[in-house]
Structure formats: structure tokens, C-alpha cells
């Protein structure tokens, strides 16, 4: 009897279910070769911001360490021949960060931003501490939703 059920009920409810998907579009991605493009808010991997002339814009002043709720950046500061402080050593412990964004709120020089990346897994826990020079180097093209957002934090 369960033989016969099986052969008659359930065999063809199976296949039927397979075929009605077959030609449906996969609603799955076949990463890593097609990319998921994220949010335009999403909070990702940091980077900081030079201005156009190429000089850093951090000046070391400590707010966003100050703001950070997982006291995940470590600076110290330096300063150039003409006065001018910079962070000689900057950076941030991505394991301990949680991604809330307050460090690019409270920076008063727009020099740290979050960005889209989220491909950073690793087996090594050292490599999640992240340099001002990889953080430099991750400095993405400015997209017009940044600039926006620059234009509003000047006015405010
Ligand atoms: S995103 Fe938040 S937790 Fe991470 S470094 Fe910035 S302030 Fe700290
Ligand atoms: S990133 Fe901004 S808030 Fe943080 S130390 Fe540099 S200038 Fe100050």
C-alpha cells in the first residue's frame, strides 16, 4: 500500500515541484562572480578621505575615538614641519567594532568614512586591525550620495 501511495502520490508531487522551478528565474546569486550591490546607507569597512591636494584630512583630534562605543580606535598623533597635526598611527580593532557609524558622525573633518565593503573575513585575528594605510588605500570613488551628505553637514 505505502509502496503504491509512493509511486502514485508522491513521486509525482515531487516531480512537479521540480519542474515548476526549473524554468523560473534562481532567486540565489552565484557569489563570489555576481556581487550583491549594497544599500546606499549600509555600513562597511572604514576609509579615510584626503582632500584634493592629497594631504590627510584626519588631524588626530580624538572625537571619533572619543565617540566610538566599542573603544575600537587607537591613535597616535604627529605633527608635520609646519605645524600641522596628523595621525601618525591610526587604527581600528574591526573585531570589536559593531559598524554604528558614530565615528564618521562625530568626525569634524569628514576624514572617516564607512564603506561598502563587506568581504573581510580572515583567520588570522591580527589582520583585523585595520591601518591608516589600508584605510587610505580603501578610499572608494566618490558616489553623488556622499557629496549630499557633505553639502548637508556643511550647512549644519
Ligand atoms: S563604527 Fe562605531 S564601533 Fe566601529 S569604530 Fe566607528 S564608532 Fe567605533
Ligand atoms: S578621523 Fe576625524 S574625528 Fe577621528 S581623529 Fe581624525 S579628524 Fe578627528
Do not use: W
Not at 97 to 121: D, K, R, T, V
Not at 124 to 136: H, V
Request: net charge positive; proline share 5%.
Amino acid at each position: 500500500m505505502n509502496f503504491i501511495r509512493t509511486v502514485i502520490i508522491a513521486l509525482p508531487k515531487g516531480f512537479y515541484t521540480t519542474l515548476k522551478h526549473l524554468f523560473k528565474k534562481p532567486v540565489t546569486r552565484k557569489y563570489p562572480y555576481e556581487r550583491r550591490e549594497m544599500a546606499p546607507r549600509y555600513r562597511g569597512k572604514h576609509y579615510l578621505e584626503r582632500y584634493d591636494d592629497g594631504t590627510e584630512r584626519c588631524v588626530c583630534c580624538g572625537l571619533c575615538a572619543a565617540s566610538c562605543p566599542a573603544d575600537a580606535i587607537y591613535m597616535e598623533g604627529g605633527e608635520t614641519d609646519n605645524g600641522e597635526r596628523f595621525a601618525k598611527v591610526y587604527e581600528i580593532n574591526l573585531l570589536r567594532c559593531i559598524f554604528c557609524g558614530f565615528c564618521e558622525e562625530a568626525c569634524p573633518e569628514e576624514a572617516i568614512f564607512l564603506g561598502h565593503e563587506y568581504e573581510f573575513s580572515d583567520d588570522n585575528r591580527d589582520s583585523f586591525i585595520y591601518t591608516k594605510e589600508q584605510m587610505l588605500a580603501n578610499r572608494p570613488k566618490e558616489k553623488p550620495f556622499k557629496r549630499i551628505i557633505r553639502k548637508v553637514r556643511r550647512i549644519f
